[in-house]
Nanobody, 122 residues
């Protein structure tokens, strides 16, 4: 499966963005999916994940209550709705398929898509 994340951009603090992760090659309904982000000079970190059915959701503490992960298997797409954005949310955001046992460890993910840049100004 090939993944492509898009929807990033420049937004003011307190604003919202919705990221999309579009898949091709295979249907995402076969996969648990996750979003990660990487800020300049920092390691890639877990943001959110969803199981195949979209009824089990996982979030990093830093985004709980502000971000929502969802999926539309019929459209072969996974979303990340980001509200009340903060400057510290600025990063390149990546989506990936999960193959391993850990929901929040990037080593459990593969098929990393090309990321999309989110910049939040203060």
């Amino acid at each position: 499966v090939q993944l492509q994340a898009f929807g990033g951009g420049l937004v003011q603090a307190g604003g919202s963005l919705r990221l999309s992760c579009a898949a091709s090659g295979r249907t995402v309904s076969n996969y648990d999916m996750g979003w990660f982000r990487q800020a300049p000079g920092k390691e890639r970190e877990f943001v959110a994940a969803t199981n195949r059915g979209g009824n089990s959701l996982y979030y990093a503490d830093s985004v709980k209550g502000r971000f929502t992960i969802s999926r539309t298997n019929a459209e072969n797409t996974v979303y990340l709705q980001m509200n009340n954005l903060k400057p510290e949310d600025s990063a390149v955001y990546y989506c990936a398929t999960k193959w391993g046992s850990s929901w929040n460890n990037e080593r459990s993910y593969n098929n990393w898509g090309q990321g999309t840049l989110v910049t939040v100004s203060s």
